[in-house]
């Protein structure tokens, strides 16, 4: 009995252990979205929303994620059958939904997939309509990655008829000829693909250890079923 009890406590420590790495993955995933979102609203009239959508999905995933854990941490320890069995379902749910979503990001980071192909036009459009913001958004990008315009310095000279924006100079003075002259366009899609790729990374951790507590949490499902211990009394 003793070792029954032991071996049932070390379930739960470990549930317990994998629910908290499940829980700080899925912060980590609730922080890129989070980054996605801000840059979002803050040049979301110049960028037309291209970015809002996928940081909508990791918060949404980010916070399925730690209503799941305190679930299970909860019912692994109140001994609750119904709660067990629903999140053992839903631990399964997570290695389907994540796991598929990993496979998605490493797809979506490349250059030819339908969310990266149209990225040079998305940033010429910002600076051939102007919409507002346009400005601020591309001296962001400048001062981020080092670059000028989106295929280069020359863009600001062809679709505006001035030579350059501060931002493309270093430490935004007001030099005669461009610091940085390459264009924006690889950077920032490369900025992109590395988002891509820590989100699925991420997400591939998170259904590898959400399969595991989902099995642990089922072995303790079925202990209590059977009946070796109390529902209500301590183990």
């Known amino acids: 009995v003793v070792s029954s009890k032991m ?3 070390s379930f739960k420590v470990t549930i317990l252990i994998l629910n908290g790495t499940i829980l700080a993955l899925g912060l980590s995933l609730f922080s890129v979205g989070l980054s996605w979102i801000q840059i979002e609203l803050k040049y979301e009239k110049a960028t037309q929303k291209q970015l809002v959508y996928v940081g909508a999905i990791l918060l949404a995933l980010g916070l399925f994620l730690c209503v799941t854990t305190v679930l299970g941490c909860y019912g692994t320890f109140s001994k609750n059958k119904f709660l067990l069995a629903i999140n053992t379902f839903m631990f399964l749910l997570i290695f389907l939904i994540y796991a598929d979503f990993g496979i998605v990001a490493f797809h979506l980071k490349d250059v030819s997939s339908p969310y990266m192909k149209d990225i040079d036009l998305e940033l010429e459009n ?14 962001y990008i400048h001062r981020k ?3 000028c315009g989106f295929d280069g310095y020359n863009d600001f000279q062809r679709l505006l008829n001035i030579s350059h924006l501060k931002s493309c100079c270093k430490d935004n003075s007001n030099c005669s000829e461009p610091t940085y002259k390459k264009g924006c366009i690889q950077p920032f899609q490369d900025y992109i693909g590395d988002k891509f790729v820590v989100s699925g990374a991420i997400s591939f951790a998170i259904a590898f250890f959400a399969i ?13 079923y059977s009946n070796q211990f109390s529902i209500s009394g301590e183990l």
């Not at 051939?128 to 400005?135: A, H, I, L, S, T």
């Not at 595991?212 to 209590?224: P, V």
């Open 7 to 9: 071996k049932v406590f």
């Open 126 to 139: 910002v600076l051939r309509e102007k919409q507002e913001g346009w400005k601020d958004f591309f001296d």
């Open 145 to 147: 990655f080092k670059c």
């Open 212 to 224: 595991i507590a989902g099995a642990l949490t089922h072995i303790i499902k079925r202990i209590h």
